[in-house]
């Protein structure tokens, strides 16, 4: 079940990431309007530990719960980035079928190398 009714809401989350996890040292997230119910959302969530959480969505609101439509989720320490996640499809890849089409790339080969997204 999605905890956003609104875009409102999620905003309200988002802007106070700090204030609600002490493990969140700063956050660059900037929700931005693209119309009358598409928005995304951009930036970085920076933990006190030296990882970097890059979040890119693409949202979509109206009257009901805020729908997570596209995303990307990369981890980073320091310069070197530890996996990602995002739902490009990858119908050719058995594996994945379980969760198609989200799923996690992960080391060593990122690009390549993809499990099922928990």
């Known amino acids: ?7 409102r809401e999620y905003e309200e989350f988002l802007y106070t990431l700090v204030q609600r996890y002490p493990v ?4 660059t997230l900037v929700v931005a309007r693209r119309g009358a119910t598409i928005a995304t959302v951009n930036g970085d969530v920076i933990f006190h530990n030296g990882y970097r959480l890059a979040v890119r969505e693409r949202l979509v609101f109206d009257e009901g719960p805020v729908v997570l439509v596209r995303y990307s989720y990369e981890v980073w320490r320091g310069q070197n980035q530890e996996y990602w996640y995002d739902p490009q499809p990858h119908p050719t890849d058995p594996s994945l079928a379980l969760n198609h089409p989200h799923h996690k790339h992960v080391p060593p080969d990122l690009k390549h190398n ?3 997204a928990p």
């Not at 079940?1 to 875009?7: D, E, I, K, T, V």
């Not at 969140?24 to 956050?27: K, Y």
């Open 1 to 7: 079940m999605n905890p956003f009714q609104s875009l």
């Open 24 to 27: 969140v040292a700063a956050s």
């Open 114 to 116: 993809r499990i099922v």
